[in-house]
């Protein structure tokens, strides 16, 4: 799908939800969803990113959207524009991708979300400002370069706003927000796979309220 007309860019998934921390979620078990995003956003994470490499991911941004007040509920590694529709459809509020093409940047455009293309390269970034997108995901951020290339982006391409993911934890996440260029980080650290298969619910409550405590500027609120 192309469009000929070129699209404003729709607001910034930074307007969604003020957290400074994204958790990156994966579901198993749709019946996990609402107490999931529950937890989530009882520890102070609304905006939360549900991965869409499980079949239930579909179902569980449906019934978190539809059954957790507070909840802003987004897809993540959307990869195709079918993708786009389907999340859309589902009650997504934002879109993540950890890259982009021509093809995807045109749906999720068409599709009036806000959204957030993955780039891992000086090139990419520029590509997405030349198409007036500002803000991106920086994934595979530690394995891309980490806060020592974000840092080195920040001279020559100021414009452009990262949301750095994978491989960020509570160690690190303070050193990636502490960037001019770094407003939020996403991360799975606080939703461990056991403590989500154990349905430790208040053990990721405990770990959100930390995360939550982080800001950009790298300081604790
Ligand atoms: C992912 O790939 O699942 C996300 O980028 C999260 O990465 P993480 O598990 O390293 O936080």
Redesign the pocket.
């Known amino acids: 799908m192309t469009s000929a007309v070129p699209l404003p860019p729709p607001a910034s998934v930074l307007d969604l939800a003020p957290a400074a921390v994204v958790p990156?979620v994966?579901v198993e078990d749709a019946a996990d969803a609402v107490p999931l995003a529950r937890a989530l956003v009882a520890g102070g994470l609304p905006a939360i990113e549900v991965?869409l490499r499980t079949p239930a991911a579909l179902d569980a941004i449906r019934e978190m959207s539809g059954s957790v007040p507070g909840a802003v509920v987004g897809a993540g590694t959307v990869i195709s524009p079918e993708q786009v529709t389907a999340c859309a459809r589902a009650g997504a509020r934002f879109l993540v991708s950890p890259g982009w093409t021509d093809v995807l940047l045109t749906a999720m455009r068409a599709c009036g979300l806000p959204f957030l293309p993955g780039v891992s390269t000086t090139s990419e970034v520029v590509a997405l400002l030349e198409r007036g997108v500002r803000d991106m995901k920086f994934?595979?951020a530690q394995a891309a370069g980490g806060t020592g290339y974000l840092r080195s982006l920040a001279g020559p391409l100021p414009q452009a706003r990262f949301c750095p993911?994978?491989?960020?934890g509570p160690d690190n996440a303070p050193e990636y927000l502490a960037l001019p260029n770094v407003r939020r980080v996403?991360?799975?650290?606080m939703v461990p796979a056991e403590a989500v298969a154990a349905r430790d619910w208040s053990r990721i409550e405990g770990l959100a309220r930390a995360a939550s405590r982080l800001s950009a500027g790298g300081t604790c609120r």
């Not at 993911?165 to 960020?168: P, Q, V």
């Open positions: 990156v994966v991965t994934f595979p993911t994978g491989g960020i996403g991360g799975s650290w």
